[in-house]
């Protein structure tokens, strides 16, 4: 084996694990969003990530500034996800949670198959600006793509907005309320309905933010790409604690952390195992602690 | 009141005579059918149907388990997949394990079964991984056991990508003997079809189905949730392997990527379509899933409309399948028929009662005329 | 629930307007031109949708063209060719359901297709049972004829062939230590990188380290990391890599200060190589069937380009577009020199094939191979383009 301990490799991977625990963590606040205001796992959520970043090369290609792509992309997400609440959700709200998780995937499959059919199946570069893909070596051997950093302060941002917003602000506690009791809070004069699409939307449009930092890393992008990105959302959700922000941000953290950490430090025979190992620590901690690390959500056992 | 209502439970004589007649109808309807294809000369046919028998088994087996207890598995195919590369390479001929296993442990290396032993060792392996899995995974609750089952079938995948001594890895496996056939599949998924049946209609089937719709009811009536659960988790899984057995002896090469989400999603999509809880509706809903899905694909190299053509129009059949599944969520959640079962025995029933109607001027007597007593309270009440 | 109702059948409504704005009016068959006879059938199986799509449309589209050229010539035997092209959905049972119907109902005389052995041998015993030719647009396992049997034909080469060349190459050109990485998830990745450890162990080489990813990992920085622990760094790096993922791995290898030469197969070759890495695909060498420019020094290059570019808008999206192309244009051969369309007959006329010029090179067959003996194009990415760097065949081919 090779010197894999020394602290210059810590901290290699630490900024890794940063970078890329940013990214599934804002993918992960939009899942948790929507199934917390509808108990819906929606697996469309990866889907809607790909037309965004399809919205953003369209707009591109028309030659606009980066900073307006970006925003097209986030508008156009956020839109999508209003579409999604409203045509293929709201019906069927209070149906029980397999109906809803099915017709998400149905939801999913269809957008992805629109989007083989307009755009092709094969894989489209995005270029992005320099600054988003410029590599910074800040001491040492080190080398700090600048996409970590603007990741990380995307994520910082975004979910620190969202924390003001939910904490702070009277739709906010509006949205937290309903999520917990929808009945009392229609008592209370919210309206549930409303309060569920705002979840769509903002769910959506950090879904949005989340895939402009995604392609970046990747620099393609093709109708398939939302499958995997939702699959980690998934699983971050469940590790921090399904349904809730905070356990969607830390799960994401920790997941990015698990799979640096695995890659790194297995041996090369094993290493091909790591997925499967991080899935079942993801079954163990559900076995151990169904309510994710912040031990939020249902522990009912049966 | 203890008069006795027309209808009750003494079975008229005619009623007998139909329910044979139902069943042997059926039998013959399915044994006809089975020699038309089988004799037919269609391969084309053959394929669909052996296809169709398969996916019959991987749907029936999943709703044992997903619709009687209401607890999503989205790891099944794992079982599949298992189940396939189980019994492929209990089959494979000596000399050919040497050429594409060669790492293969020594007792396995050296012996080759035949179909059936190794279609049951395979599906017994299977049984017996799920229910080592089961016991602690089905204490879960809702959700959570979906999230664990899907794990289920990432963990799966990943383990038959990186055991290359026993599946080549990513790498296509191939030497399976051919040993699938029409005859073989159709007995096996009679065979499920039957087990799942009696199953639904026996003491463990309505535990399962009290466990699902009021599980603390259940609990207080003193069914074992968990171990009722792992029971049909196990029935289940085994048929699975099976299944995954034949699909492998009739496509003879195959790799790990048949064994993800697509294959998934197809089965819960005829689950669904057929209604989870119903043994014939998933038959039915295959059916269904797999006839619109084949007509559309013969439809996408172009429709001829008029004097030109619309198309080529490549992924119409996946498309199809998620429109049809999202309608089928909106208007009809149960499918096609929910809970319930076709029974042939009882159109044949209405069909009698018609006949006797028709025929006979009899009606079959209803409650008014059996009783003159509630005649009599009747015709006082409406003279008031 | 009933409030869907109007919505629903607006949606409905909406899915089947874009279903029918899909690209449409595009014929299948190629326009007959000849009347000599009735159209020759052939099966043209391709994954048009699914994880396949990107490298089997492109293939798909080439065979498409040299078909509809033929035909504009004469067709063959006086006949139009008419290529029946078919969505397997990535599906390796669809593909044998597809296959059967294509012989069974649509009678066809040989079955082109393909660019995976998982499709090719779940159609391959078919074809093989009932004596139909079956030649694989794009599956590069040296394998497969001895997996299916006889009817089977390779348009390219074998994987063995490609990996020797890129180690003797490499060898040659940059040294004797090497850093291997490849793609666990895939077949063909997993299959070149043997190959080439094979042949360069036995060069002389030696692999310094190992490292495996698998397909759709985004992000390498793990493995970077292992790589610049490196106490020395080795001559070059060979990543074995699907057309998908390469342009990510240079960038980020690139982009961590790894310089030397980049090494690999034909999944280099794709546009998204020089999109996607820029100029981190500087010194980056790849070993594939053909450099297809418009501007290239071969005459049968630089015309298939053009008539891609002509009737598709593009130029090949994929280096599996020729191979499409050279697979019609041999069976068209096969055909005409068999004199008839029976089975055995184009059989026998594929492996009289020498020397027939295609634009991926030259091909030949004999009873003995019925994997082409081509040469490899060896490419380099300088200056932001696909350069030559070399044209060679190996002088020895590590065994199946």
């Known amino acids: 084996m090779h010197a894999i301990g020394s602290p210059e490799f810590w901290i290699q991977q630490l900024i890794n694990a940063l970078g890329l625990g940013s990214q599934y963590a804002l993918m992960a606040v939009g899942l948790a969003m929507v199934f917390a205001v509808m108990r819906l796992i929606n697996f469309a959520h990866g889907t809607v990530m790909m037309w965004s970043a399809y919205i953003g090369l369209l707009l591109l290609q028309r030659g606009l500034p980066f900073p307006l792509v970006a925003a097209g992309a986030i508008l156009g997400a956020a839109t999508l996800g209003a579409l999604m609440e409203r045509i293929?959700?709201?019906?069927?709200?209070?149906?029980?949670?397999?109906?809803?998780?099915?017709?998400?995937?149905?939801?999913?499959v269809f957008l992805e198959n629109l989007a083989v059919l307009l755009f092709s199946p094969r894989s489209r570069p995005f270029p992005m600006p320099a600054l988003l893909t410029q590599v910074l070596h800040p001491w040492g051997d080190l080398f700090l793509p600048s996409i970590h950093l603007w990741a990380f302060g995307g994520a910082l941002l975004a979910l620190g907005g969202l924390a003001f917003f939910v904490t702070r602000t009277r739709v906010g506690l509006a949205m937290r309320a309903a999520a917990e009791n929808p009945t009392a809070a229609q008592l209370m004069g919210i309206e549930v309905g409303k309060v569920t699409l705002l979840a769509f939307v903002i769910g959506s449009a950090m879904a949005g933010l989340a895939v402009l930092f995604w392609v970046a890393h990747i620099g393609t992008i093709q109708p398939g790409m939302g499958f995997e990105p939702v699959l980690k959302a998934f699983v971050a959700c469940v590790i921090g604690g399904f349904g809730t922000i905070p356990g969607a941000v830390l799960g994401g953290y920790l997941l990015g952390a698990l799979e640096i950490l695995l890659q790194g430090i297995l041996p090369s025979v094993v290493v091909g195992y790591r997925d499967a190992l991080v899935y079942a620590v993801l079954i163990l901690l559900l076995l151990v602690r169904p309510g994710g690390v912040l031990g939020y959500g249902e522990a009912e056992r049966v | 009141m203890g008069k006795q209502s027309g209808s009750e439970m003494k079975i008229l004589p005619g009623r007998r005579v139909e329910i044979w007649l139902g069943r042997s109808l059926g039998g013959l309807l399915l044994l006809g059918l089975y020699l038309l294809i089988e004799r037919g000369g269609n391969a084309y046919l053959q394929r669909l149907t052996i296809l169709f028998l398969i996916n019959v088994m991987l749907v029936v087996s999943l709703n044992l388990f997903t619709g009687f207890t209401g607890v999503f598995s989205l790891g099944h195919i794992g079982f599949m997949a298992l189940g396939a590369y189980a019994s492929a390479i209990l089959t494979m001929p000596v000399a050919m394990k040497a050429v594409n296993l060669p790492n293969l442990p020594l007792p396995l290396a050296s012996i080759a079964l035949p179909f059936l032993?190794?279609?049951?060792?395979?599906?017994?392996?299977?049984?017996?991984?799920?229910?080592?899995?089961?016991?602690?995974?089905?204490?879960?609750?809702?959700?959570?056991?979906?999230?664990?089952?899907?794990?289920?079938?990432?963990?799966?995948?990943?383990?038959?990508?990186?055991?290359?001594?026993?599946?080549?890895?990513?790498?296509?496996?191939?030497?399976?003997?051919?040993?699938?056939?029409?005859?073989?599949?159709?007995?096996?998924?009679?065979?499920?079809?039957?087990?799942?049946?009696?199953?639904?209609?026996?003491?463990?089937?309505?535990?399962?189905?009290?466990?699902?719709?009021?599980?603390?009811?259940?609990?207080?009536?003193?069914?074992?949730?968990?171990?009722?659960?792992?029971?049909?988790?196990?029935?289940?899984?085994?048929?699975?392997g099976v299944a995954g057995g034949l699909w492998a002896h009739f496509l003879t090469a195959f790799s790990p990527n048949a064994f993800y989400f697509s294959k998934t999603f197809e089965i819960i999509v005829m689950m669904i379509v057929g209604g989870m809880g119903s043994v014939t509706g998933s038959v039915l809903g295959t059916l269904l899933v797999m006839s619109v899905t084949e007509l559309l694909r013969n439809l996408e190299p172009g429709v001829a409309v008029g004097s030109f053509t619309l198309g080529p129009l490549y992924g119409l059949s996946q498309i199809g399948l998620a429109v049809l599944l999202i309608l089928l969520t909106a208007f009809r959640r149960q499918g096609l028929l929910g809970d319930r079962e076709f029974r042939l025995e009882a159109t044949i029933e209405r069909l009698g009662d018609w006949v006797r109607k028709a025929r006979f001027s009899i009606k079959a007597p209803s409650a008014r005329e059996a009783d003159p007593l509630i005649n009599e309270l009747i015709s006082k009440l409406s003279k008031r | 629930m009933r409030l869907l109702r109007p919505s629903g059948v607006l949606f409905l409504a909406f899915v089947l307007a874009v279903a029918a704005c899909a690209p449409a009016a595009t014929p299948t068959a190629a326009p007959a031109t000849p009347t000599g006879g009735p159209p020759i059938r052939i099966g043209a199986p391709f994954n048009l949708t699914g994880g396949m799509a990107s490298i089997d449309v492109p293939a798909a589209n080439g065979a498409r063209l040299a078909a509809e050229e033929i035909n504009a010539a004469?067709?063959?035997?006086?006949?139009?060719?008419?290529?029946l092209i078919r969505d397997t959905k990535t599906?390796?049972?669809?593909?044998?359901?597809?296959?059967?119907?294509?012989?069974?109902?649509?009678?066809?005389?040989?079955?082109?297709?393909?660019?995976?052995?998982?499709?090719?041998?779940?159609?391959?015993?078919?074809?093989?049972?009932?004596?139909?030719?079956?030649?694989?647009?794009?599956?590069?396992?040296?394998?497969?004829?001895?997996?299916?049997?006889?009817?089977?034909?390779?348009?390219?080469?074998?994987?063995?062939?490609?990996?020797?060349?890129?180690?003797?190459?490499?060898?040659?050109?940059?040294?004797?230590?090497?850093?291997?990485?490849?793609?666990?998830?895939?077949?063909?990745?997993?299959?070149?990188?043997?190959?080439?450890?094979?042949?360069?162990?036995?060069?002389?080489?030696?692999?310094?380290?190992?490292?495996?990813?698998?397909?759709?990992?985004?992000?390498?920085?793990?493995?970077?990391?292992?790589?610049?622990?490196?106490?020395?760094?080795?001559?070059?790096?060979?990543?074995?890599?699907?057309?998908?993922?390469?342009?990510?791995?240079?960038?980020?290898?690139?982009?961590?200060?790894?310089?030397?030469?980049?090494?690999?197969?034909?999944?280099?070759?794709?546009?998204?190589?020089?999109?996607?890495?820029?100029?981190?695909?500087?010194?980056?060498?790849?070993?594939?069937?053909?450099?297809?420019?418009?501007?290239?020094?071969?005459?049968?290059?630089?015309?298939?380009?053009?008539?891609?570019?002509?009737?598709?808008?593009?130029?090949?999206?994929?280096?599996?577009?020729?191979?499409?192309?050279?697979?019609?244009?041999?069976?068209?051969?096969?055909?005409?020199?068999?004199?008839?369309?029976?089975?055995?007959?184009?059989?026998?006329?594929l492996e009289s094939i020498r020397d027939f010029p295609a634009v991926t090179g030259v091909i030949n067959y004999s009873p003995q191979s019925h994997i082409p003996q081509k040469g490899v194009t060896v490419i380099e990415v300088k200056g932001g383009k696909f350069t030559l760097a070399a044209e060679r065949v190996p002088q020895k081919v590590p065994a199946p």
Not at chain 2, 152 to 173: D, K, M, P, Q, S
Not at chain 3, 74 to 83: D, F, H, T
Not at chain 3, 246 to 270: C, E, L, M, S, W
Not at chain 3, 278 to 296: I, R, Y
């Open chain 2, 117 to 240: 032993p190794a279609l049951l060792l395979g599906g017994l392996t299977t049984m017996i991984i799920a229910l080592l899995i089961g016991i602690p995974i089905l204490r879960l609750s809702g959700h959570f056991v979906a999230v664990a089952t899907l794990g289920f079938l990432i963990i799966t995948r990943v383990v038959l990508i990186n055991a290359e001594g026993f599946t080549r890895g990513t790498r296509t496996f191939t030497g399976v003997p051919p040993y699938t056939t029409l005859g073989w599949t159709a007995l096996w998924a009679l065979f499920n079809v039957y087990v799942a049946w009696r199953l639904k209609h026996s003491t463990l089937g309505l535990q399962l189905l009290a466990a699902r719709d009021d599980p603390w009811g259940a609990r207080g009536v003193g069914v074992a949730i968990g171990r009722v659960r792992l029971i049909a988790f196990g029935i289940s899984a085994f048929f699975t």
């Open chain 1, 88 to 108: 293929a959700y709201r019906p069927i709200r209070g149906a029980p949670d397999v109906t809803l998780l099915l017709n998400s995937f149905a939801v999913a």
């Open chain 3, 91 to 349: 599906d390796p049972a669809t593909a044998a359901t597809v296959v059967t119907q294509l012989i069974e109902q649509d009678k066809v005389v040989a079955v082109i297709g393909f660019n995976d052995s998982d499709y090719v041998l779940a159609a391959g015993p078919i074809c093989q049972r009932a004596g139909i030719p079956f030649i694989t647009v794009g599956a590069t396992s040296p394998r497969l004829p001895g997996q299916v049997g006889d009817m089977l034909f390779l348009t390219p080469f074998g994987d063995n062939v490609q990996a020797a060349v890129g180690a003797e190459f490499a060898f040659e050109k940059f040294g004797k230590t090497a850093y291997l990485l490849w793609d666990k998830g895939a077949e063909f990745t997993t299959v070149l990188a043997k190959y080439f450890k094979d042949r360069f162990t036995e060069l002389g080489g030696s692999i310094v380290l190992e490292d495996t990813y698998q397909s759709g990992d985004k992000d390498f920085s793990a493995q970077i990391a292992k790589v610049k622990a490196l106490p020395q760094q080795p001559d070059f790096y060979y990543i074995s890599a699907l057309p998908d993922d390469v342009g990510t791995i240079v960038k980020q290898f690139r982009n961590a200060g790894i310089t030397g030469p980049i090494v690999g197969g034909d999944g280099y070759d794709t546009p998204l190589l020089i999109e996607v890495a820029g100029p981190a695909a500087e010194n980056v060498f790849f070993t594939t069937h053909s450099l297809l420019t418009a501007d290239s020094p071969n005459e049968r290059v630089r015309k298939f380009v053009t008539a891609y570019k002509q009737k598709y808008g593009t130029e090949p999206e994929a280096v599996f577009a020729a191979l499409g192309y050279d697979t019609v244009y041999v069976l068209a051969e096969a055909i005409r020199r068999a004199g008839s369309t029976d089975g055995q007959a184009i059989k026998k006329a």
């Open chain 3, 74 to 83: 004469g067709g063959v035997l006086g006949r139009p060719l008419e290529l």
